[in-house]
């Protein structure tokens, strides 16, 4: 997920997500945010369409979170608002995560019908 989508979910500006990620570095380490490159963000520039996606005053490429970024946030960021958004968008991730593994078993009885 992108800095500025979570922003935008806790009710924030970047910023201040980036900083609380910069300030609480031992919660989270480098495979948990990655930047992106200016190529890959040009691509995902292209990829919608936009010659702005999230970017107005940016000075930094934008940092891409994994889904345990979200269950270390709501350790750090206390408000009522930033527990209710970690615990749904964690909600969201296990949803996909089941949508995927559904598709996965889908897929393999689809390719043993093929074969057959």
């Known amino acids: 997920m992108l ?3 979570l922003a ?12 609380a990620v910069k300030h609480n ?3 989270f380490p ?3 945010v990655l930047q992106l490159s200016a190529q890959e963000y040009e691509d995902l520039k292209f ?3 936009t010659s702005n996606i999230g970017s107005v005053g940016r000075r930094f490429l934008p940092n891409v979170f994994t889904e345990q970024v979200i269950a270390m946030l709501s350790a750090v960021l206390q408000t009522n608002i930033d527990i209710e958004v970690s615990i749904r968008i964690m909600k969201v991730f296990v949803r996909m995560r089941q949508l995927l593994i559904t598709s996965a078993t889908l897929y393999c009885h689809l390719d ?5």
Request: hydrophobic residues 20%.
């Open 25 to 27: 570095k031992p919660r």
């Open 112 to 116: 043993r019908l093929e074969i057959k």
């Open 30 to 32: 480098e495979d948990f």
């Open 47 to 49: 990829q919608f369409g």
């Open 3 to 5: 800095d500025p989508d």
């Open 8 to 19: 935008k979910m806790y009710d924030t500006e970047t910023k201040y997500i980036n900083r």
